[in-house]
């Protein structure tokens, strides 16, 4: 949509008041414009424009209680229940580490914050702290729940507030960085530079000095390293692990934040594309029609391999990726692989 026919604050208010029970992603899509330009419609009446800097979050979040925290992306939607603890705040990477909400988050792409309040279809209000990068899209979401602080989240709107309180939304879209120049996949030093890892976190200083993607990486590294599997493989994978109660670890992450879940699953649920995990602490809605493919990959460390189930869209991009639960300097679960070396092989001659 140009800016010439670019919605009004107004309009878009109307649409949504029009389309209640669209999700608020997929009402921004019809109307051509981010999410956060959604949000915003809204400034004055149920949202007010806050800081939107991580770290300064990260400094009271800990006072909010429990909360349920959601990060996304186009496919998966990954939330979890819990405090926000083990906060440690850095110019270029922040961590949280707590027992059940566990963050990576790069402050730098964090660019605007909005506290949102809504009437459920209950009746009750519903508080909300909401973060987006300079493009518009969400990087993190946090929920009040029932027992939550809500002194402490009126402190922190309070705090926070901006004097700019307007209506309006200026999407800034980066440019797409260059591309390294990659020529064919160089096999022979691929497989050598990834045989000799030594800890799973050495992968991606390996792609950047090989100036290799990573599907490209595990399309070419090998069956002994990486080897396709069917694409409801994380469906098949949860399942699984549900049924031997075998503690795993989910990765959902979008450009400014990834959020884990370490532990068991247990109610899944399928719904249209959807499927749903819907437990006590943790709920996961996985497009599994958006999967491409999925591959099992293994990664060599000084504690033996550690292998995960990483799922990629049709533009490359990873949508999820799964871990047994493991702690540094611990083998990983023989359950876990047993998981995963169940799981059927991906047929390319009847994909073709």
């Given at each position: 949509m140009t800016e010439k026919t670019r919605p009004t604050p107004s309009a878009i208010r109307a649409y949504r008041a029009e389309n209640p029970k669209l999700r608020e992603r997929d009402i921004a899509a019809q109307l051509g414009i981010s999410e956060a330009a959604l949000v915003a419609a809204e400034v004055g009446i149920s949202a007010i424009r806050?800081?939107?800097?991580?770290?300064?979050l990260l400094e009271k979040a800990e006072q909010l209680g429990?909360?349920?925290?959601?990060?996304?992306n186009e496919s998966a939607v990954h939330e979890k229940i819990g405090v926000y603890e083990k906060i440690t705040a850095g110019k270029h990477a922040s961590?949280?580490?707590?027992?059940?909400?566990?963050l990576r988050i790069f402050p730098q792409v964090w660019a605007h914050g909005f506290a949102v309040t809504k009437k459920g279809d209950d009746g009750e209000l519903r508080r909300s702290l909401q973060y987006f990068d300079a493009a518009g899209n969400a990087v993190q979401k946090i929920h009040l729940r029932a027992n939550s602080n809500l002194a402490a989240y009126e402190a922190i709107v309070a705090e926070f507030r901006l004097e700019d309180q307007s209506q309006d939304f200026a999407e800034v879209v980066a440019?797409?960085?260059?591309?390294?120049?990659?020529?064919?996949?160089d096999v022979q030093a691929l497989r050598q530079n990834w045989s000799e890892m030594t800890d799973?976190?050495?992968?991606?200083?390996?792609?950047?000095?090989?100036?290799?993607?990573?599907?490209?990486?595990?399309?070419?590294?090998g069956e002994d390293f990486a080897w396709q599997v069917s694409s409801n493989s994380c469906e098949l994978m949860m399942r699984a692990a549900a049924e031997r109660?075998?503690?795993?670890?989910?990765?959902?992450?979008?450009?400014?934040?990834?959020?884990?879940?370490?532990?068991?699953?247990?109610?899944?649920?399928?719904?249209?594309?959807w499927i749903n995990v819907m437990d006590p602490t943790f709920?996961?809605?996985?497009?599994?029609?958006?999967?491409?493919?999925c591959w099992v990959v293994r990664k060599p460390t000084k504690d033996g391999h550690v292998t995960s189930l990483e799922a990629y869209d049709a533009r490359g991009e990873m949508v999820i990726q799964y871990f047994g639960k493991r702690k540094e300097g611990m083998v990983?679960?023989?359950?876990?692989?047993?998981?995963?070396?169940?799981?059927?092989?991906?047929?390319?001659?009847v994909a073709a």
């Open positions: 806050i800081d939107g800097s991580a770290n300064r429990e909360v349920m925290v959601l990060t996304r961590i949280v580490l707590g027992e059940n909400v566990d440019d797409a960085p260059e591309a390294d120049e990659t020529g064919p996949v799973t976190h050495q992968f991606f200083g390996m792609l950047k000095k090989l100036k290799i993607g990573r599907q490209d990486a595990v399309r070419s590294v109660a075998t503690d795993i670890m989910c990765f959902v992450g979008n450009n400014g934040t990834i959020q884990i879940h370490t532990g068991p699953v247990a109610n899944i649920q399928p719904m249209g594309p709920h996961l809605h996985l497009r599994q029609d958006h999967i491409a493919e990983e679960l023989g359950e876990w692989r047993a998981i995963l070396d169940s799981l059927p092989r991906h047929n390319a001659s």
